[in-house]
């Protein structure tokens, strides 16, 4: 097969990133070929290029065939059942309101064929005018309840990895198993070294949750945090090479600490699904935001705390609310942009300002929850040795695919030496 290679595509698929991913999912009892088929078509799907209801619509079938169910995490398909044919029309019925299809597409992207299908299946009128409001109201409602997530400022790390120790041991994950990475890198547009801290972005339009087929990765509606129930994962790791920023880990052993040694609290959330710790044998695992601490588990202290923030000394990582003003993330952002500001009196001419900012991967569409302060690496950026190696550390590196021959999504253990 080729890779998908357009520059007008919203992500290149060259012939690495096949080979990677499929040797990924070969390594699975799962169809391959379905798995970088809904990979690609994803990409679409969050870039605003496909719809929700398209998607849904092209695999509903293949999905079921070959797992029995259709659990994947489509926007508004819930309220309208799993009907893909009823979808499929209210999407189909769509493109009559628009003159355009840009304009049919944002309303799409923004929950409208839902609101428009509630309508109708409610025998509501076929006013795309009412359907708008609809979708405007539920795209404004984004900013209520609660929505963790990071300010992470470059500029302060060290690469000193105390958030990655801090992560591992809290969590319980196995030797070689890693939730958050410091990836250093040169840049040939940035000077010296780069440190890039990297956790799961907890992506408002996640793709991984829309391609896993049973359901075991989704969205917690109450605070926006994406995890997986380990009692559902059946280790397809179609999330894995979905995923554009190579945070899933796949557990291919027994994990080192038994269940026994984990308090039930940390892994059990409020709604009673197994979704915090390390997971056990044959099950994806990834940064959960510290998920028992939001709920309460740990003590009400440690709401609104992450192990790796409690770790840093360098102030580099910051955790809370984005919902709240006055949250952690919010105010080093704010004060942040302020202090870099650039002094008009003096300046008068000067109309930008020399902060920055930046989301990773953004312009992807995923809309990730995780602020960065400092350099962005660009598209020269390679990663470099870090500051430990696994022989420094008393381990050797048999990963089935090394962390720095393949890059950042390398997820694999290693073993002691």
């Avoid at 896993?212 to 380990?230: F, I, M, Q």
């Avoid at 099950?283 to 992450?306: H, N, P, S, Y």
């Amino acid at each position: 097969m080729t890779g998908i290679t357009d520059e007008s595509a919203p992500v290149t698929f060259d012939d690495e990133w096949e080979r990677r991913a499929e040797q990924r999912l070969e390594e699975t009892e799962f169809d391959t070929e379905l798995g970088l088929e809904l990979a690609r078509d994803v990409q679409e799907v969050i870039a605003g290029e496909m719809s929700e209801c398209e998607f849904r619509e092209k695999y509903h079938d293949t999905v079921r065939e070959e797992f029995g169910e259709d659990a994947r995490e489509i926007a508004g398909l819930d309220a309208i059942g799993d009907d893909t044919e009823t979808a499929a029309s209210i999407e189909d019925r769509s493109r009559g309101f628009f003159e355009d299809e840009e304009s049919r597409r944002s309303f799409v992207k923004k929950g409208g064929v839902a609101a428009m299908g509630l309508s109708m299946l409610l025998g509501g009128g076929d006013s795309p005018g009412e359907s708008a409001t609809a979708a405007a109201t539920a795209d404004d409602e984004d900013d209520e309840g609660t929505r963790y997530g990071m300010t992470i400022n470059l500029n302060n790390c060290d690469g000193c990895l105390a958030c990655m120790a801090a992560c591992k041991q809290e969590h319980g994950l196995s030797r070689g198993a890693h939730w958050m990475y410091v990836l250093t890198y040169e840049d040939e547009d940035q000077a010296d070294e780069n440190f890039l801290v990297r956790p799961c972005q907890h992506c408002t339009n996640s793709p991984c949750t829309k391609v896993c087929p049973v359901g075991a990765r989704h969205t917690r509606k109450e605070d926006g945090l994406v995890l997986t129930d380990y009692d559902i994962c059946i280790g397809c790791r179609y999330c894995e090479v979905s995923c554009p920023y190579g945070v899933n880990y796949f557990q291919w052993g027994e994990p080192d600490v038994p269940d026994e040694e984990i308090d039930p609290s940390h892994q059990i959330d409020e709604r009673g699904r197994w979704v915090g710790a390390r997971p056990p044998k044959g099950v994806m695992g990834k940064c959960t935001f510290c998920a028992d601490r939001q709920d309460g588990q740990m003590g009400e202290e440690k709401i609104g705390t992450t192990a790796c923030e409690e770790a840093c000394s360098m102030n580099a990582i910051h955790f809370g609310d984005l919902n709240d003003p006055d949250s952690a993330p919010n105010k080093h952002l704010e004060q942040y942009r302020g202090s870099q500001q650039n002094d008009l009196s003096a300046f008068p001419n000067r109309t930008d300002d020399t902060v920055s900012t930046f989301k990773l991967l953004e312009e992807r569409g995923t809309s990730p929850n995780i602020h960065y302060i400092g350099n962005e690496p660009s598209q020269h950026a390679r990663q470099v040795p870090g500051p430990v190696t696994y022989e420094e550390v008393g381990l050797v590196d048999n990963r089935k695919d090394a962390v720095l021959d393949d890059g950042p999504t390398a997820t694999n253990g290693g073993e002691q030496a």
